[in-house]
DNA sequence: CATGAATGAGGTTTCATTCAT
DNA sequence: AATGAATGAAACCTCATTCAT
């Protein structure tokens, strides 16, 4: 319905639109609120898009759509597990790098929006998702890699939540790069914090 | 002018919208529906609270003063750097099981509500709360107990978000119970998943 | 979704609304207008319904509802087809007497209502309809009773619109009964304006 | 400021929109569907015309002027009462034929416009309109060639909506001509549908 | 002639809240 | 304690219209 329009306008517009969403949450945020950050009036915004949840929606699914790039080419590479792991905590800080306000939307709002039929790719995503962090640690504690006392399935939970909860403090253009960061989780996450004795 | 009522009614009412609360997002939850829920209409609620916002803030308030009764007796038992953090974390998930709902209220609300007045013991909470933990890395790394290269602050967000971000997926009553959880938990953090050559 | 409320007060605002709806066209009448003539804000009517076009249903299932009893006991007297035609006429003109702004909203809507699933039931009444008159006027040509050179559809047609359009002009309380009404028109429609040489 | 652009593609947007305007009703009718079935965008429709309503305007005024080229051309003919009403019938026929569209916009708003100062011309053509068919009907009951115990006023309005209302279901090109159908209409009017013992 | 983008008024709807009963 | 009905502010969205290009 709603018209072509230019490419770049929908993009700066989704932007601001995202971090408002980010900021304040989906539902607290106003479309009039987003319209203000953007310089004009909150029924312009409806030239270029169907609706809020439409802003909402392409805003997640672009975002899914690149992390996936990313991991589908970490999953293809044959790392090992811990290479493996080691490459997706890269890329996931990485994405939150660039994507902070997609990803700290879909912390947010992937539960609930995971029961409409138009969100229903983030189920499928969460469950690829899974298969893919849940996997990689099994295959590592069959070959002996990881520790063979862990509950595969909780560490998968805290891993997955520490990575992503990150993107609610993190600040691009902080003091740390995205890799550095991967690489002090990784070390407590894979040696842990306590001195060796 | 909230009449006093009985205590018990209040308290089921502040469960079941601590439950609706918890699964919806405060924004997204409609007095209505809490009241569906209790099994009346949404105006009766009134007899018993001022406002949505005030059923919020008690149950925001006494989740934290129950987490600081317990918080304050671990710190003032003089443990040591990592007993503390043992004790510390074993606390979060005891809490979580008690008060799964208000922590994932407080995990997704926390952020804004801190801003206005009335909620400003949110932040002086997440100050002291700072200081806790913050102040225990530090003085393990001084003690040697600790690695000497790890970024504390860092690492005090991450445990941070980890333990909190369980009440996300934790379920009172399933497989594990809060201590086994932060066995697992204190075990991946202290010790890391790699297996030691 | 909507609360029960009492039936009464539901029927007042409806019959507020069928005259609006009758007056300025479904699409034309703004709920503020429904409201105002009611003596209440446009919100308030919200308490009562669950949108402006539940109003509309509800008024025309009503409507279609009444039609049918009567109709169906004219069908079920078994009077011949000259009878039956005549009863259905009176019965017709009494309809219009007793739901006038119903008629006129569903000689101005129908059409293009019919198309959306949830006023399916329009376009089954019309069908049924149909047939009712179709049927029996076929049956009189059969019989002799009506001429054998009619076209029956396009007969059914005129008599059918000329019916159901006179609830634009109709006013109850008029110069004519219903009664009086129906005896005007069957006579022009079954003998004719012109005088017999 | 309508510039005054090439006449036949005002015709034909008039044509566009007309159509729509009969499918749709005027009010539901937006601007961009018009310009949409036109291959524009809604904007550009403004270069051809004032407004939405102006398009309405000249629709009805240019249906209204034809109308009456061809009803004053009949009027003046002197057919005497039976010859009129049968040729004013005929040429209202012929008039749905080439005008379908405009027919059904004037049955659906003709009423509420004729409120508005721009469409008063709408209530003095009804004026003239019922002049000139209640008088041939007066004439002829006069005259004895109609009944003469018929309500004038009456059978007046029911003829006048019946040969209307055709502009709903009639589709030009379809089984019958006007001319047909005028004849089937004139034969059920003035000599009724009942068979004669 | 037409486009692309925006305006601004106004529409339907939601919802926390109030209050007489 | 609770109901039933209403309020009023504010939300999302629609759409006729304008205008620089």
Redesign the interface.
Known sequence: MTAPASPERRRELLNTAAEVFA???Y??TTVRRIADEAGMLAGSLYYHFDSKESMLDEILSTFLTELWDGYDAVLAAGLGP?GTIEALVTESFREIDRHRAAVAIYQ?EA??LADQPRFGYLADSQQKFEKAWLGTLERGVAD????????VR??Y??VR??VW??A??YRPGGL?SPEE?AG??L??????????G
């Open positions: 900021a304040q949450g539902n607290a811990r947010k539960r609930h002996g890699v990881f520790r063979a006392d862990l509950d909780l560490t939970r805290f939540d520490t909860v990150a609610s403090w740390h960061i002090q989780y070390s407590m996450v894979l040696d842990g914090i306590a001195e060796r």
